[in-house]
């Protein structure tokens, strides 16, 4: 399905701000980064992706690490997850374009903050969410498409943690598949 390029986007920028410490160990807004984060346009500029945060396995928050291994995922898009790291994420949806059907090994919180999302599973399987509606994914191929009223955009907050392989009863491993969900890279 084509981008929607009549429909605007009349979602708000989003902010991110990053807590660091002062050389006295007072809590303090990071000004490394400007806090409106950037956007990265994926699937043919139908879907758009900020970057919130990431981190390596133990966050190590001494001396900034931290936010110097975010900084160098803004630049070089990190994979839907990071192996035994964290990733926030706020994705915002066009109206009605289905995202492709994809499985993370990880735990994911999703979190409605505008609009309306149809969850739809690969079981068939659906579940309208609204504003303020928190979805626990754990490791099952999923899917979401904005179904907001009007035919408006909607934006999800997304926090993923690498977990390890679900196994079912069966013995079967499930993998990973991104479905064909690209990164958003720099060019």
């Known amino acids: 399905m084509p981008p929607p390029q009549s429909t605007p986007k009349d979602l708000r920028p989003i902010h991110r701000y990053i807590t660091t410490h002062d050389e006295h160990g007072k809590a303090i807004i990071s000004r490394t980064m400007p806090s409106v984060a950037p956007v990265k346009e994926i699937n043919d500029g139908a879907v758009q992706f900020s970057l919130m945060y990431t981190n390596p396995r133990l966050p190590q928050l001494s001396k900034d690490a931290d936010i110097a291994f975010y900084q160098n995922h803004l630049d070089n898009a990190p994979a839907i997850t990071i192996p035994e790291g964290t990733v926030c994420r706020v994705c915002d949806f066009p109206p009605d374009y289905p995202a492709p059907m994809h499985r993370t090994v990880s735990l994911d919180f999703g979190v409605v903050l505008e609009g309306e999302v149809e969850l739809v599973l690969d079981s068939g399987e659906t579940q309208h969410l ?34 390890e392989a679900v196994q079912l009863a069966s013995g079967e491993t499930l993998v990973g598949d991104e479905g064909g969900i690209d990164r958003g890279e720099a060019e």
């Open 130 to 163: 609204y504003r303020g509606d928190v979805v626990v994914q754990r490791g099952t191929n999923h899917a979401w498409r904005s179904v907001a009223p009007g035919g408006g955009w909607s934006r999800m907050l997304f926090v993923l943690q690498t977990s």
